[in-house]
């Protein structure tokens, strides 16, 4: 069965980078069936995709995010990774790493991690 | 971007009885690619529905979408008590995709 698992600091200064890893067990991220993405929630905003990847690399993001947010595979470890630059307190939330369906027919987020509480602040 | 709006925020019922929960769409959602989700206090969100009609594995037949264009809906038969919780819809036909606000359904 797929386990997804999110890591990385719980608090991040203001100007920094969020940097977040899910790690992929139970399944290999090297497949053309599926994409793997990030959603974020907080109180403010509700539930809200950030971006997703195939593992031969490309990306799309939220505009939302302008240009901040950079989504990585590694398909060696089986992981990928989200990076979030110049944060504020508006990107305080819980973070989601998540799999999506594409192939025979798109299911949207059909997996997701136990999400990781990440907070912004000095 | 497409704005999703669902109603009604709260919707108090009673375990037996029947939820209908909407969620419309500021514009015509792709090939329908509309899913509806389930969470519970402290979990992730859980897929129910995806393509506005077709249950996910392991989902009850309890649980149905229906829909198309900018109108959605989901519907439990005959509420059990694990069903109360937060209801969000989402829409994956057109970057960048969106979710609702969401419903929570409560014990009346």
């Known amino acids: 069965q797929l386990h997804l698992q999110e890591s990385g600091p719980g608090l991040v200064k203001p100007s920094e980078t969020l940097s977040l890893i899910c790690a992929v067990s139970g399944g290999s991220i090297s497949t053309t069936s599926h994409y793997w993405g990030w959603i974020r929630q907080s109180p403010g905003k509700g539930l809200e995709w950030i971006g997703s990847i195939y593992s031969d690399g490309v990306t799309y993001y939220n505009p939302s995010l302008e240009g901040r947010v950079t989504i990585s595979v590694d398909t060696s470890k089986n992981q990928f990774s989200l990076k979030v630059n110049s944060v504020t307190a508006p990107d305080t939330g819980v973070y989601y790493c998540?799999?999506?369906?594409?192939?025979?027919?798109?299911?949207?987020?059909?997996?997701w991690g136990q999400g990781i509480l990440v907070n912004v602040s000095s | 971007e497409i704005v999703l709006t669902q109603s009604p925020g709260t919707l108090s019922l009673s375990p037996g009885e029947r939820a209908t929960l909407s969620c419309r769409a500021s514009?015509?959602?792709?090939?329908?690619?509309v899913a509806w989700y389930q969470q519970k206090p402290g979990q992730a969100p859980r897929l129910l529905i995806y393509g506005a009609s077709s249950r996910a594995a392991g989902i009850p037949d309890r649980f149905s979408g229906s829909g198309s264009g900018t109108d959605f809906t989901l519907t439990v038969s005959r509420l059990e008590p694990e069903d109360f919780a937060v209801y969000y819809c989402q829409q994956y036909g057109n970057s960048p995709f969106t979710f609702g606000q969401g419903t929570k359904l409560e014990i009346k």
């Open positions: 998540t799999r999506d369906t594409v192939k025979p027919t798109p299911t949207a987020s059909d997996s």
């Open positions: 514009q015509d959602v792709d090939y329908a690619y």
